[in-house]
Structure formats: structure tokens, C-alpha cells
Nanobody, 115 residues
Framework: QVRLVESGGGSVQPGGSMRLSCEIS???????????VGWYRQAPGKQRELVAE???????RYGDSVKGRFTISRDNAKNSVYLEMNSLQPEDTAVYYC??????WGQGTQVTVSS
């Protein structure tokens, strides 16, 4: 059974930084390495949106609102994906979800940016 566990959320002041982690279990490293992984977010009253994604070939794709501020990375040896977030703003406040292979979702972790 595929399971995604996010960590690293919390509260931060505007301009601050935060790192999210997601560990994916229940599958082999070979399967993980060939699949796309990514981060999405959903703010209250809004639809879930793409934050960043790494397809299997290691290219990256970012949502327009986070380009230049957020960086996604993956460690295939650890079945893990990370999101480094810099210059955080109040509009980045949302529940952040890890996604594996477009099908599987984590439980979400709250990120709150507020002074």
C-alpha cells in the first residue's frame, strides 16, 4: 500500500523560509525513480493548485506564483521529495499536499505565513 507522509509545515513570518519533506513508502525504489512526484496546495475557498513537480526525467515544473522562490527536489535513494520555500508571503498560506504519480496523495501539512 502506497503511503505518503509529509512533514515540516508550521508558521513563519513573511519573508521567511521553510522546508517540507515527503517520504513515500510501500513501493520499490525503482518504481519511485520512474514516477513523477510533486507538491500541490489548497488555500481556504480555493481550488487545489500545482506548486511544483518533478517528472521522472528530473526536469522541474513550477506554478507561476512560486517561480524563483520555491525549489523542489527528490532523493530516489530515500523515496523522498522536498520543497524548499523562500521569501514566503501570506498568500502562500495553505495546506500543502505531496503527490506521487498523479494518483496518490499525502494527508497534507499546514503552512501559515503571518506576522
Amino acid at each position: 500500500q502506497v503511503r505518503l507522509v509529509e512533514s515540516g509545515g508550521g508558521s513563519v513570518q513573511p519573508g521567511g523560509s521553510m522546508r517540507l519533506s515527503c517520504e513515500i513508502s510501500g513501493l520499490s525504489g525503482t518504481i519511485f525513480a520512474i514516477a513523477a512526484v510533486g507538491w500541490y496546495r489548497q488555500a481556504p475557498g480555493k481550488q487545489r493548485e500545482l506548486v511544483a513537480e518533478i517528472p521522472s526525467k528530473m526536469t522541474t515544473r513550477y506554478g507561476d506564483s512560486v517561480k524563483g522562490r520555491f525549489t523542489i527536489s527528490r532523493d530516489n535513494a530515500k523515496n523522498s521529495v522536498y520543497l524548499e520555500m523562500n521569501s514566503l508571503q501570506p498568500e502562500d498560506t495553505a495546506v500543502y499536499y505531496c503527490n506521487f504519480n498523479t494518483r496518490f496523495w499525502g494527508q497534507g501539512t499546514q503552512v501559515t505565513v503571518s506576522s
